[in-house]
Structures are given as C-alpha cells and as structure tokens.
C-alpha cells in the first residue's frame, strides 16, 4: 500500500503563486509516475500533469508554462509550483502514485479569487 498526502493549498488572488507539496510513503514505489490531477465543482476530475521516476514531466495544455512538476527527497515528495494563477484553476488538486495500482491523496483545495 502507498499513502499519498497533499498539502498547501489555499486562497490567493488571481496572477499569485502557490506550491502543492505531495508526500508519498508505505511499500516501494519505485519506477511509479507520480500525477497531478484537479476537480473543479460540477465537473469531472481533470489531468494537470504527471513526473516519472526518471524526472520527465508532462503537462495538460492549459497549465503549460505557468505550472511546473519537480520531485526530490529521494523521489518521495513530489511538488507542484503554480504560477500566473487565474480564477479557473480553482478546484480541489489531487496528487497520485501511478503504478500498477493508482493510489490517490485525499486532496487539497486550491482558490484563487478575480
């Protein structure tokens, strides 16, 4: 089993800035992807981008250049910079360890005020 948990959201006004912490832990989960995904209300829960244990990132088009992905302590904890924030990107962002199995976080509300 791997245990997800999200941190760092929380209110700012459109054009700030926050990071999303994601620390993973339990059984290995070496080799996993880990991802980020957001819900906004009413809607669908969306794909916001995703690092591979070797670093690589790939980003949904509409976060390209204004998010970034990064990883480090020793591949547990996983980061989400958000930058150029707009209104829009409120929504409740999930962090996940994508491997055999997907384990997800539980969360952490992101509101970014016009």
């Known amino acids: 089993q791997v245990q997800v948990v999200e941190s760092g959201g929380g209110l700012v006004q459109a054009g700030g800035s926050l990071r999303l912490s994601c620390a993973a832990s339990?059984?290995?989960?070496?080799?996993?992807?880990m991802g980020w995904f957001r819900q906004a209300p009413g809607k669908e829960r969306e794909f916001v981008g995703r690092?591979?244990?070797?670093?690589?990132?790939y980003y949904a088009d509409f976060v390209k250049g204004r998010f970034t992905i990064s990883r480090e302590n020793a591949k547990t904890t996983v980061y989400l910079q958000m930058n150029s924030l707009k209104p829009e990107d409120t929504a409740v962002y999930y962090c996940a360890a994508l491997g055999q199995a997907t384990y997800w976080g539980q969360g952490t509300q992101v509101t970014v005020s016009s």
């Open positions: 339990g059984r290995s989960f070496s080799g996993f992807t």
């Open positions: 690092i591979t244990w070797s670093g690589t990132t």
